[in-house]
Nanobody
């Protein structure tokens, strides 16, 4: 079983950047597809991006060309570089893990971090 801890959230102005990190412990990191999801107040949790065990990435249309997901298997860490941030990116961002294959469906991820708040001011 893997434990996930996110960090790097904060308050940033429109157009700014943030880098989220998610450190994993327990389990075998290289067997997991790692994903980022976010949840804004009053909204459902939504897919942001996922990265395969070998580093192939898939993005939601809303963040494509602005966000970059990556992983460092030697450090058991996944990152989300967020550029050109918009107020609508404001949400709690969650790191998630599932075995072997990627998915955009939050219900298919077995392991979750506690979340980190990202607030983008206009």
């Amino acid at each position: 079983q893997v434990q996930l801890v996110e960090s790097g959230g904060g308050l940033v102005q429109t157009g700014g950047s943030l880098r989220l990190s998610c450190s994993a412990s327990g389990g075998t990191f290289t067997t997991y597809v790692m994903g980022w999801f976010r949840q804004a107040p009053g909204k459902e949790r939504e897919f942001v991006a996922h990265v395969s065990r070998r580093g192939s990435a898939v993005y939601a249309d809303s963040v494509k060309d602005r966000f970059t997901i990556s992983r460092d298997n030697a450090k058991n860490t996944v990152y989300l570089q967020m550029n050109s941030l918009k107020p609508e990116d404001t949400a709690v961002y969650y790191c998630a893990a599932r075995y072997w294959y990627g998915s955009t469906n939050a219900q298919e991820y077995a392991y979750w971090g506690q979340g980190t708040q990202v607030t983008v001011s206009s």
